[in-house]
């Protein structure tokens, strides 16, 4: 897969140079209510897991892409096709931006633009879907600003702290 360039980022295939950064996100349980993770995972299974990273999306089912700013190789984020389902032309989208810093400013909308762009032009996908938290306001507007629509409540779907949360359940067909 070659680079999506953007105008202030762009997005490229994950590397071995990326464990520390795949590590830290995976292992920061601040957002495992996102990734629905539960415990946390060992360098050895990141480098597994980067070292398979080369399968492309029809194999692994799933693609998971690197978020840099247009003139350095560090990643800032993350940003994922899963669920990846060729017979039905669908994939779920999801997308972290690491650290504080760089949030609010643009970077997940021209990530979104991008991988909605190579999803619906270059994998031909007739939708994508999104899984968010009913209280996370930041990703419930990045995702209607593109057109994703809500079709659906997952009532008391994530478990924290002994507290139930919906789940909205966003989709996009083009």
């Not at 995972?41 to 398979?52: A, G, M, P």
């Not at 080369?54 to 940003?79: P, T, V």
């Not at 629509?149 to 359940?169: A, F, V």
């Amino acid at each position: 897969m070659t680079t999506l360039k953007g105008n202030t980022i762009y997005l490229r295939a994950l590397e071995p140079e990326d464990l520390e950064f795949v590590y830290a996100i995976e292992n920061n349980e601040s957002v495992w209510e996102v990734s629905n993770t539960q415990t946390p995972y060992s360098r050895f299974l990141i480098r597994q897991y980067l070292e398979n990273a080369h399968q492309d999306i029809y194999e692994a089912k799933q693609l998971r892409m690197a978020i840099c700013l247009k003139n350095s190789f560090e990643a800032i984020g993350l940003i994922d096709l899963f669920d990846f389902d060729p017979k039905n032309n669908r994939a779920g989208v999801g997308i972290l931006i690491s650290n504080e810093s760089n949030r609010n400013k643009g970077v997940g909308s021209e990530a979104l633009a991008l991988i909605i762009n190579y999803a619906f032009e270059q994998l031909q996908l007739h939708q994508l879907y999104a899984n968010i938290g009913s209280d996370n306001e930041i990703s419930l507007q990045l995702f209607t600003k593109f057109g994703f629509q809500k079709i659906g409540t997952k009532k008391d779907w994530i478990k924290i702290n002994n507290n139930y949360k919906d789940e909205l359940l966003f989709q996009l067909i083009k």
